[in-house]
């Protein structure tokens, strides 16, 4: 079947089976690679991108419901203010050490940040749950969101004065 998805703004054809993840289409037919496999059941958030916004698994999401829907991946998280300041945070924090579920991280944390600009640790320990780290940089994850959270506000009020 023929798809024309939209993916970090910009329209990509794949002709791929209607029951094929859409993180095999990402990765396989788009050459994005920055959306990683982790355990294919949904579980551990190493493929998390954004549909609509929204923090979804790609891993279990076959491409069929993508519609028209708009896909972000690591790739694109850049574009967004979000995405951008959770980029910075992570760097400032160091977070990453071996890095394999960071994008599932980094695209979960922003989509926290969109829906909830100032979470507390509470919120973020209950969003990013579902997002596994082997190397144990739980700790460092929340500092990076509390910094990027600050960055967006400091951002918001220099564009509202």
């Not at 993840?21 to 788009?30: A, C, G, Q, Y």
């Amino acid at each position: 079947m023929r798809y024309s998805l939209h993916v970090n703004g910009k329209v990509m054809p794949a002709d791929v089976d209607a029951d094929t993840p859409l993180l095999w289409v990402l990765r396989d037919t788009l050459a994005l690679t920055g959306t990683k496999f982790g355990c294919g059941a949904a579980l551990c958030g190493a493929c998390t991108v954004h549909v609509d916004g929204l923090a979804k698994r790609a891993c279990v999401m076959p491409v069929s419901l993508v519609g028209g829907s708009q896909v972000r991946t690591i790739e694109g998280l850049g574009a967004t203010a979000a995405g951008r300041a959770v980029q910075q945070a992570w760097l400032d924090l160091q977070v990453v050490q071996c890095g394999y579920c960071q994008s599932g991280q980094l695209m979960q944390a922003a989509a926290l940040l969109e829906a909830n600009p100032d979470p507390g640790d509470d919120d973020i320990d209950k969003i990013m749950s579902g997002n596994i780290c082997r190397c144990g940089t739980y700790h460092r994850i929340r500092a990076a969101i509390k910094q990027a959270a600050r960055a967006l506000a400091q951002t918001d009020k220099r564009g509202a004065a």
